[in-house]
């Protein structure tokens, strides 16, 4: 089995954070993939390099020396990166729309690293609905989007998913669900639901809950993410959303916990649109092969 870059990005963010699940969230992939990817460089290398500890893990001996090569390799990567090529001649620029939750909880981040990728490459953000980043992709007024793509359904655009970012139950510190073994959306119902709506959230939830025969008990409907883990954190209510969006505080500075239902929830799925048939420009290449190398399965470096 080879070393990958997925690998050593999945273990710097567990060894700094101490938790699988915030590295998760940070990296805002599901906590099985991080599990998976750590177990596999594990498998590797022939050695532990974590050891679990009440608060989440901690470095094995050899894990701490470990770290230390996995940074020179990443930093070796992000430097080769920065070699004068396309990234650094690069001159164009890309009209972007994206969505309110993207822009807000996972663009601006990649939005730096391409500006430090292609110095030269312009980008003009501009933050929709889908039906208006549709129109505008179709139209030619944007030349890419960034949006959740569950809703999409036009023959008209390319798709090419991201990231999908698993929705688990949001709970108050010492909620009595806490303590069960398993948690059903029949227990949920019994709850009084927080109800998220901006970017058609209320629209995909109700699609799911209407598979099974029962429904939310709806307190608060609110376009405001910080509402809802204001609402949650509280113990006004409970809350079905996306590791995305998740922060483990309130503004209060009152916890909020998850819990993984037994019952199926699709995940948020982040992706990139275009217009079909549209010619690729170097600035659209550019901008989907980053997307590409982040988040999709990478070569090997060994092997």
């Known amino acids: 089995m080879a070393l990958t870059l997925r690998q050593l990005k999945y273990f710097v963010a567990t060894a700094e954070l101490g938790q699988i699940s915030q590295a998760a969230i940070q ?11 750590i177990k596999e460089l594990e498998d590797t290398l022939g050695t532990q390099l974590f050891s679990r500890a009440a608060s989440g893990v901690v470095l094995t001996h050899t894990g701490r020396r470990f770290l230390n090569h996995a940074y020179t390799i990443l930093s070796s990567v992000d430097e080769a990166m920065r070699i004068p090529n396309l990234e650094s001649t690069l001159t164009a620029t890309l009209t972007l729309a994206a ?4 822009l807000g909880y996972f663009l601006p981040n990649h939005i730096q690293r391409l500006n430090t990728l292609y110095p030269h490459l312009t980008i003009r953000l501009h933050e929709l609905n889908r039906e208006s980043i549709e129109e505008g992709l179709i139209s030619g007024r944007y030349d890419m989007a960034v949006l959740l793509t569950s809703n999409v359904d036009n023959p008209e655009l390319v798709l090419e998913p991201v990231i999908h970012s698993a929705r688990r139950l949001w709970l108050c510190a010492q909620h009595p669900l806490l303590k069960q073994e398993s948690v059903t959306l029949a227990d949920v119902a019994a709850e009084p639901f927080v109800m998220l709506t901006v970017d058609e959230a209320a629209v995909t939830a109700l699609r799911y809950w209407s598979q099974t025969p029962y429904k939310p008990k709806t307190l608060l409907r609110t376009s405001s993410v910080e509402a809802v883990r204001s609402m949650v954190a509280n113990g006004s209510g409970v809350a079905i959303l996306s590791d995305m969006v998740y922060r483990p505080w309130s503004l209060e500075g009152r916890r909020i916990e998850t819990v993984q239902l037994r019952d199926p929830v699709p995940p948020m799925s982040v992706g990139l649109a ?13 901008f989907r092969e980053y997307f590409r190398h982040m988040f999709m399965e990478p070569r090997s470096l060994v092997g």
Do not use: D, K
């Open 27 to 37: 990296l805002t992939i599901s906590q099985s993939a991080v599990t998976t990817a």
């Open 274 to 286: 275009w217009r079909r048939h549209q010619e690729m420009s170097p600035a659209m290449y550019a």
């Open 99 to 102: 969505s309110y939750t993207v």
